[in-house]
C-alpha cells in the first residue's frame, strides 16, 4: 500500500485559449518517487495531454520547475515523501507567460539575463599560452553565484517581479553579481549603467522569496545586496 | 505563425510557410554546437544555433560533472603525447591515432580559451588551473602514477564550461532558435541543403537553408532503463544522419559508468574516485584488488563497469542485492564540501544518503556513445563512412565518431572532445565556407519531415508509447548492457522487430499543435530504436571483446580480424555492415593490462 496524493492541476489549452483545472489521484508505491514521476505517471497512465517540460531528471538542467502549493520547485529532484501535503495544488511559475498547462515561456528569463552583459568583458586579450592568476580567495567570491540554473523559480516568487515586469529579476542580478566580482572582470562601470537604477537593483525590496526558493541554495537577494555595497563604496 | 495546415490529411501538398536563411545552422547547443557556433560567428559567418530544449544551458553538457582532461603539466610534469598514449590505451587500441593527437594537442589551447572566456575554474594556492586524477590518466606512457589532468570546477564542470560558451556566444550576437526540434536534413545525395524542424512551441513545420549545416545533438542513453543521461537524449542527430544514407560507426561501443546512483543511475563522478574514493562490497573488501590491483578504483570504465557487475553476480552486492557501495567518507566534511558539493546535493536529494556519514549505493549506468556520425579528423561527415564528403555537413561531439574513444573512453575526455572538434568543425566550416552555396529548396523538401509527423499524428492503435518505450529499455537493460552475448542479443533483435510493428500501432490522443511532447516523445523513441537496433546488431556482428563491448561467448580482444570500425547502413530494405581499418600513427597495439 502506498499514499494517496490528490493532485489538482492548472491547465491551459493555447489552441481554444481556455483555462481549467484537471484532478489527478495517484497512489504512490515507489518511496523514492518524484513529482516528475508522478507527472509522468499521469501522462502515460491517465491523461497523455497533460503537458509539461523536464529534460535531465537530475536537478542540473532547470527544465521542470512549477508551482506546488504555492511554491516554486524543481519536480524531478523533489521525493513525493518530502512534501507536506497529500493534496497538490500545481501550477506553472508565476508571473511567466504560460504555453501550455505548465510549460511556460523562458525566453523572457533569457532576456533578463542578456541585458546585464552576462559575460566577461576583457579589455586586452591575455596571453594566449597560460591561464591568468586567480587567488583562491577571489575564487570562493564567485562561489554561491556561478551554480545558477536558470530555472526560474526565484523570479517566480519574486512579489517586485510580479508588480514590475521590467525589474530585471533576483536571477538575471545573481548572474551579473557573478561578473561584478569576478577579479578577472573589466566590466564594472558599463554593467552598472545597466544595473543602478530602479528596475536594477534598486527595484528588490528584500523580500528574499528568491533565497527561499532556489533548488541551489544561492542566495539572489544577498547578491542584491552586495551590488548596492558596491555601488555605494565605489567598488569599480 | 502557426501551420495548422502541415497536420491535415493532406499533408504533403502543404508548402512551407516558415523559411530561413542562415550561412550556417548548428543543431545541437552543447559544448561541440556551441564552439561551433563561436568560431564561425567571430569569423563574419551569420550562423544560427538550434535546441529541442527551452534554452542552450538545458543541453546535457551542463550534467558533466568530473572535469575536462589536458596536459597543462603546470602542476607537475606531463605532456599531451602521455596523454594520447592514455587515449588511445584506454580506447583499446580502437581510437584513429591522428584524431587522438589532434584531441590531445589542441586539450591545452581549449582549456586556456576556455579560462580566457571566463571559465571560473577551481584554483590551486598558486591561483592557477586546478587539476585531479582520472581513471586511465597516468603518468610516462602507461608506466608510471596517476597524473594531475583533469582541470575542474568543482564537480559542475560541465556546467560551468556550458554556460561559459553560451555568454561568449551572447557577446558575439550568435542567433538562438529554443524549443525547436531538428527532424530531417534537406539532402540529395551528398550534398546538404540545410535542415527541417518542428516548432514545439506553435506546431508547424520551418525549414532551415543552410551553407553548412552541424550536428552535434549529443547521444542515446535513454535507449537503457539505468542511464545517467537526460531525457533528451535520444539519438535524433543519428537518426537524420541514417536517413540522409550515412552510415553509423562503431556503435556497439556504448560505455557504462561504473557509478551511477542505485537504482535511477544519475552520475557519482568518477571525480569521487579520483580524489581518493573507495569501491566496497558487501564483504567489506575494495574488490578491485582482484580485477586492476595497480590501478585499483582508477582503472578505466569498462574494467570498472565489469567488476562491479561481475561483484553483483556472483552475490557480493551490498546485503547480497544488486548495487554495490562507493565510500567517500574518509575523504572528510571539507574535501567533499569543496570539491564534490554537487554529488552531496544529489545523494541526498535522490537517495537520502549524506556520503559524508554514509557510503553511496551505486550501480554501472549506460552513459556515453563512444559510436555515431562518422567524420574525417575536421568534423566533415563522410558520405560512404570512409572518405566520401558529404559536402555542406558537419558533426561534432558525442552524435560524431572522429574517433578518438574507440571502444572506450577515458573520462574528462569527452568534454574535451565535444570542446576540441567542435571548435575544429566550426574553423573547418570557415575555411570550407567559400566553396559551399546555398542549394535550392525543392517542392518536397519537407516530405521526410512531414512523414515523420504524420506516422505518429495519424495512428489509430491501442499501444501506448511509454509501454514501448518500456519494452525498448528493459531489453536493452538485460540483453545490451556491460555483458553481451550471443543469445540475449538474438532476443533483442526479436524485441525490436516487435517493437516495430507496434509503433504502427501506437495510441495518441493529444492532438495539440502547442507544444505536444506526446508527439515529440514518439518521435523520439523511434529515433530510439533505430540506434538500439544499431547497437545491438552491431554487438552481435563483432565476434570478440574490446572495451565496452564485453562478449562472454568470446571473451579475446581478436586484433586479426577485429582491429577495424564498423560501419552500418540502413535503409528502409534493410541494413549491411562495412568496414574501415584503424588508423595507428605512433602506438603499436598491444595487450591492455592494468
Known amino acids: ?236 | 505563425m502557426k501551420d495548422p495546415k502541415v497536420l491535415t490529411e493532406k499533408v504533403v501538398d502543404v508548402p512551407l510557410r516558415n523559411i530561413h536563411k542562415h550561412d550556417v545552422v548548428i543543431i545541437g547547443t552543447g559544448l561541440a554546437g556551441l564552439w561551433a557556433a563561436i568560431k564561425c560567428k567571430s569569423a563574419g559567418l551569420d550562423t544560427a544555433c538550434m535546441t529541442k530544449l527551452s534554452m542552450p544551458q538545458r543541453s546535457h553538457s551542463t550534467a558533466a560533472q568530473g572535469g575536462i582532461a589536458a596536459s597543462l603539466g603546470s602542476l607537475e610534469e606531463d605532456y599531451w603525447e602521455w596523454h594520447m598514449f592514455d587515449t588511445v590505451k584506454g580506447s583499446d587500441f580502437l581510437a584513429d591515432q591522428d584524431a587522438a593527437e589532434i584531441l590531445t594537442r589542441d586539450a591545452i589551447t581549449i582549456v586556456r580559451e576556455y579560462e580566457h572566456m571566463g571559465a571560473p575554474f577551481s584554483r590551486t594556492p598558486d591561483g592557477l588551473i586546478a587539476q585531479r586524477k582520472f581513471g586511465g590518466h597516468v603518468k610516462d606512457f602507461g608506466r608510471g602514477g596517476p597524473v594531475l589532468r583533469a582541470c575542474y570546477a568543482a564537480d559542475r564542470t560541465g556546467h560551468v564550461l556550458l554556460h561559459t560558451l553560451w555568454q561568449k556566444a551572447l557577446e558575439l550576437g550568435v542567433r538562438f532558435y529554443t524549443e525547436m526540434f531538428a527532424i530531417s536534413l534537406i539532402s540529395d545525395g551528398p550534398k546538404c541543403a540545410g535542415v527541417v524542424t518542428w516548432d514545439t512551441k506553435n506546431g508547424g513545420l520551418h525549414a532551415f537553408k543552410a551553407k553548412a549545416t552541424l550536428i552535434a545533438t549529443g547521444g542515446y542513453g535513454r535507449a537503457w532503463k539505468i542511464t545517467a543521461t537526460s531525457y533528451s537524449y535520444t539519438a535524433d542527430g543519428q537518426y537524420m544522419a541514417l536517413r540522409a544514407g550515412v552510415p553509423l560507426e562503431d556503435m556497439e561501443f556504448f560505455q557504462f559508468h561504473p557509478t551511477g546512483l542505485f537504482d535511477r543511475g544519475i552520475l557519482m563522478t568518477e571525480g569521487c574516485r579520483g580524489e581518493g574514493g573507495y569501491l566496497i562490497n558487501d564483504l567489506g573488501e575494495r574488490f578491485m584488488k582482484n580485477y586492476a590491483p595497480e590501478k585499483m578504483e582508477l582503472a578505466p570504465r569498462d574494467i570498472v563497469s565489469r567488476a562491479i557487475t561481475s561483484e553483483i553476480e556472483a552475490g557480493r552486492g551490498i546485503n547480497g542485492g544488486p548495487y554495490i557501495y562507493l565510500d567517500i567518507r574518509h575523504l572528510g566534511a571539507e574535501i567533499i564540501n569543496t570539491r564534490l558539493p554537487q554529488i552531496r546535493e544529489i545523494s541526498i536529494k535522490f537517495a537520502g544518503v549524506d556520503p559524508i556519514h554514509e557510503p553511496i549505493p551505486i550501480v554501472p549506468t549506460a552513459h556515453y556513445s563512444m559510436g555515431g556520425i562518422p567524420t574525417d579528423v575536421d568534423g566533415r561527415v563522410l558520405f560512404d563512412g570512409k572518405s566520401q564528403i558529404f559536402s555542406g555537413l558537419y558533426a561534432a561531439g558525442e552524435c560524431a565518431c572522429v574517433s578518438v574513444h574507440g571502444a572506450n573512453r577515458l573520462g574528462c575526455n569527452s568534454t574535451l572532445d565535444a570542446s576540441v572538434f567542435g571548435r575544429r568543425c566550426g574553423l573547418t566550416i570557415v575555411k570550407d565556407f567559400a566553396n559551399l552555396e546555398h542549394l535550392p529548396l525543392e517542392e518536397d523538401s519537407a516530405k521526410m519531415a512531414k512523414e515523420e509527423i504524420e506516422f505518429i499524428w495519424n495512428q489509430k492503435g491501442s499501444i501506448r508509447p511509454e509501454e514501448i518505450r518500456n519494452e525498448l529499455q528493459t531489453g536493452m537493460q538485460n540483453y545490451v548492457a556491460v555483458f553481451r552475448e550471443e543469445k540475449g542479443l538474438l532476443k533483442m533483435i526479436s524485441i525490436i522487430e516487435d517493437m516495430h510493428k507496434k509503433m504502427k500501432e501506437m495510441l495518441i490522443s493529444d492532438k495539440s499543435l502547442a507544444y505536444n511532447t506526446t508527439l515529440m516523445e514518439a518521435m523520439e523513441l523511434r529515433h530510439l530504436i533505430a540506434a538500439a537496433e544499431a547497437v545491438t546488431y552491431g554487438a552481435l556482428n563483432r565476434t570478440e571483446s574490446r572495451g565496452a563491448q564485453a562478449r562472454r561467448d568470446y571473451p579475446k580482444r581478436d586484433d586479426e580480424n577485429w582491429l577495424k570500425h564498423t560501419l552500418y547502413f540502413r535503409d528502409e530494405s534493410g541494413f549491411r555492415f562495412d568496414y574501415k581499418d584503424v588508423r595507428l600513427t605512433r602506438f603499436v597495439p598491444e595487450e591492455r593490462k592494468y
Not at chain 1, 45 to 67: K, P
Open chain 1, 1 to 236: 500500500m502506498g499514499n494517496l496524493y490528490k493532485l489538482t492541476i492548472f491547465r491551459y489549452d493555447p489552441d481554444s485559449n481556455k483555462t481549467s483545472t484537471s484532478k489527478y489521484e495517484v497512489e504512490v508505491t515507489e518511496s523514492h518517487w518524484t513529482l516528475l514521476d508522478v507527472f509522468k505517471y499521469i501522462k502515460n497512465n491517465l491523461d497523455d495531454t497533460l503537458t509539461f517540460r523536464y529534460s535531465c531528471g537530475q536537478g542540473i538542467c532547470g527544465s521542470c520547475a512549477v508551482t506546488v502549493n504555492g511554491k516554486s520547485i524543481l519536480a524531478c529532484e523533489t521525493q513525493m515523501k518530502f512534501l507536506d501535503s497529500f493534496d497538490l495544488v500545481i501550477e506553472p511559475l508565476r508571473g511567466f507567460p504560460v504555453i501550455r498547462d505548465l510549460v511556460v515561456d523562458h525566453s523572457l528569463l533569457d532576456e533578463k539575463v542578456r541585458r546585464v552583459m552576462p559575460w566577461l568583458v576583457c579589455k586586452k586579450d591575455p596571453e594566449s599560452d597560460k591561464e591568468r592568476f586567480q587567488s583562491v580567495d577571489d575564487r570562493a567570491k564567485l562561489d554561491g553565484l556561478y551554480e545558477c540554473i536558470i530555472c526560474g523559480s526565484c523570479v517566480a516568487a519574486c512579489p517586485t517581479f510580479w508588480k514590475n515586469k521590467t525589474f530585471l529579476g533576483p536571477q538575471a542580478l545573481l548572474y551579473a553579481c557573478r561578473f561584478m566580482l569576478d577579479s578577472r572582470d573589466e566590466g564594472k562601470n558599463e554593467r552598472f549603467e545597466i544595473l543602478a537604477d530602479k528596475d536594477g537593483i534598486y527595484g528588490c525590496h528584500t523580500i528574499f522569496n528568491c533565497m527561499e526558493v532556489c533548488p541551489k541554495e544561492l542566495n539572489p537577494g544577498k547578491a542584491i545586496l552586495e551590488l548596492r555595497k558596491m555601488f555605494m563604496n565605489e567598488e569599480f
